[in-house]
């Protein structure tokens, strides 16, 4: 476990790292694009962090650790709203698409501030085995799986129509590795953070930061490489 939330710290701050990068080096036309993107970087780096919390949380943890069980679920929903606003922001239907999944998300994630009875019953902390979480399966959490499925969508058709569209080949390259690397890391993450824990098995949630963490540096190269 030592050696998971090791691998955590050292991608938290280097998706930190690329998301400021990016971000203070844009260029003006740029400027709105880049802020989605370190918005990104920056909710990235907090689920992460939860995440890891998590993993080594010990019992006499109990008081605080709904805390950082409901900054993992509404760091989620920021990042993805911050991917689309990054590939969508520039095109026509990208601004008022956005604002609806923020709006969504929004209000998903007021539900889990307060209402988190509603996502999950009970927490498990143990000194000896896995933490887990009993999730409720009801309204708010197929809503939260809802959420997911459609932006993800979102945002891999907004990649693939711009791939579809433009002719230059540079920008092709980086729209087709952008499209690659979200796909992979949003399946992974769908499978270990979402579908095995609707079954108990919490064992694998430690894939996910690492999984985004690779597509948040596909992406921070895809811009150095072909956008810049």
């Known amino acids: 476990m030592q050696l998971i939330v090791i691998l955590h710290a050292t991608v938290s701050v280097l998706t930190l790292l690329s998301g400021a990068i990016v971000f203070f080096g ?3 036309g740029d ?40 900054w993992t679920f509404i760091s989620a929903i920021a990042i993805d709203v911050a991917f689309l606003g ?9 601004k008022p698409l956005t604002l609806v999944f923020l709006l969504f998300g929004l209000i998903i994630s007021t539900l889990i501030t307060i209402k988190p009875d509603m996502l999950y019953s009970e927490v498990l902390l143990s000194s000896n085995s896995s933490n887990s979480i009993i999730m409720n399966f009801g ?11 459609l932006v993800v969508a979102a945002v891999v058709i907004t990649l693939l129509k711009q791939f579809i569209k433009t002719r230059s080949q ?13 796909g ?45």
């Open 170 to 182: 540079r920008k092709r390259g980086g729209d087709l590795a952008i499209m690659i690397s979200f």
């Open 86 to 94: 990054y590939v969508s922001w520039h095109e026509k239907y990208g």
């Open 31 to 70: 400027h709105a694009r880049s802020v989605w993107f370190f918005l990104a970087a920056i909710f990235a780096t907090i689920w992460m962090i939860s995440i890891s919390l998590f993993l080594v949380a010990e019992p006499s943890w109990m008081d605080t650790i709904d805390w950082h069980i409901k």
């Open 139 to 149: 309204p708010l959490y197929f809503s939260y799986i809802a959420f997911f499925g």
């Open 26 to 28: 844009s260029k003006k």
């Open 184 to 228: 992979i890391s949003s399946g992974l993450t769908l499978v270990a953070n979402l579908l095995l824990p609707m079954f108990g098995n919490w064992d694998a949630i430690w894939l996910g930061p690492l999984a985004l963490a690779s597509t948040i540096i596909a992406f921070y190269y895809t811009i150095l490489r072909y956008r810049s």
